[in-house]
């Protein structure tokens, strides 16, 4: 508590101040490359019969949203005079993004990782290195990301004085769910800029993927109180929600408390493990976390917010219609919400009219090459397969 009290107090104390926000927004622009656009899919739109207009968080450095919140925690810590920054990581985009910033900040490095993800996660675990931070594996528990937090969490409240524990979403405890939304809500302020500019008035919707949920939340916030828009977050139904093999907190979880926040969470329904923390699993990493932020169950308690979800097939098929009708091959967390585009169109259409939705596209697909290629090639074996059997069966017949 108190290394929580500490951290809150000073976030009250800089983001109270003009001059915090000043240096956050100066790199933001003159390293993020901010404000990213706001661009009108037009052959998107026809495919899926509304407006769409692409938030384009893909164009940022390092690909994605996540740079956003580390710039600005890190700037937090360095005026609270912490020397050495330390964060958890899952696929390790988090670990990369905070490596960034520590390369940037001259701020020495830890990444807290489960082992089992330093084996699949090679390629991560390797650009960290070369930004010059310290991957630390967790070989505790099930050796993946849930553990990895835990020995981040072990190891602030060892080093408190000089450390300072970089948190990638809108999780974990407060005031992390506050701090992150509010730097990750440069998105929604431009996105609401921009489309008054580009377009007039406010769109009908916004759609974003959802895994802690810190895209969605940044794009959401600024639009809360216009309540014409409508929210839809978008998880994980990994192999589909029946299987058990999935990330769809919100849709198939139940409330629960996990890393000091409490909030929905997946959780084991048999009776040896009832209540315990379950597996999540999606093909995009970023989707895969147990839990989710604390606020987006708030929302969707209060009706603000509806939450879907997108099987990996159907991401892998999304991934295929943004790439053909618009040239951008997005990640494969960001093709859960383009996979809910028809879904959207037809709730926010007006008869004749087409509704006008903004999607956050959160990251570039470069990442998830490899993924999708075995996907792709496991895809056209199984055709093949069918295409083949027919013919054996007619020379047989002959
Ligand atoms: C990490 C990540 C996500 C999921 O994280 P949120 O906190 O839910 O935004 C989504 N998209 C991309 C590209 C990511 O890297």
């Not at 509304?50 to 949203?65: I, M």
């Not at 082992?115 to 931070?133: F, H, I, K």
């Not at 596209?361 to 990442?367: E, I």
Request: aromatic share 6%.
């Amino acid at each position: 508590m108190p290394a929580l009290e500490e951290l809150e107090a000073a976030w009250r104390q800089h983001s109270a101040s003009e001059a915090y926000w000043d240096e956050v927004y100066h790199l933001l622009e003159t390293y993020v490359g901010r404000p990213s656009r706001l661009y009108h899919a037009r052959r998107l739109s026809d495919a899926v019969g509304a407006e769409v207009y692409l938030k384009r968080e893909d164009l940022n450095h390092t690909g994605a949203h996540k740079i956003n919140n580390c710039i600005g925690q890190a700037i937090l810590a360095r005026r609270m005079g912490k020397t050495r920054l330390i964060a958890e990581t899952g696929a390790g985009q988090h670990g990369v993004a905070t490596a960034t910033v520590a390369a940037l900040f001259e701020l020495p490095c830890e990444v807290y990782m489960g082992a089992q993800d330093v084996e699949r996660q090679a390629l991560n675990v390797e650009r960290m290195r070369l930004l010059g931070a310290t991957v630390r594996p967790v070989h505790g528990g099930t050796a993946t990301l849930k553990d990895a937090m835990n020995e981040a969490l072990r190891d602030w409240v060892t080093n408190v004085d000089s450390t300072f524990y970089l948190i990638g979403s809108v999780a974990g405890p407060h005031p992390y769910p506050w701090m992150v939304r509010e730097l990750q809500a440069v998105i929604g302020h431009e996105a609401r800029q921009q489309f008054r500019e580009q377009v007039g008035g406010l769109p009908d919707a916004l759609i974003a993927c959802v895994g802690g949920g810190s895209n969605a939340a940044g794009l959401f916030a600024p639009f809360v109180e216009d309540l014409s828009v409508r929210f839809y977050g978008v998880e994980a139904a990994g192999q589909g929600i029946a299987t058990g093999r999935h990330a769809a907190t919100l849709g198939a979880g139940r409330v629960g408390v996990l890393h000091g926040s409490k909030s929905y969470v997946l959780t084991h329904d048999s009776e040896a493990q009832l209540g315990q923390i379950a597996h999540a699993h999606s093909i995009s990493a970023g989707l895969d976390y147990p839990g989710v932020g604390p606020e987006h169950s708030h929302w969707k308690e209060q009706g603000r917010a509806q939450y879907l979800s997108r099987t990996d097939d159907q991401a892998l098929a999304a991934i295929e219609l943004l790439a053909r009708t618009e040239g951008i091959l997005c990640a494969l967390e960001t093709a859960h919400a383009i996979a809910a585009l028809p879904e959207v169109a037809a709730a926010v259409r007006q008869g004749e009219r087409r509704g006008r939705v903004i999607v956050n596209l959160s990251g570039r697909g470069d990442k998830d090459m490899v993924t999708i290629a075995r996907r792709r090639a496991e895809a056209r074996q199984g055709e093949a397969e069918l295409t083949t059997a027919p013919a054996t069966d007619e020379r047989s017949r002959s």
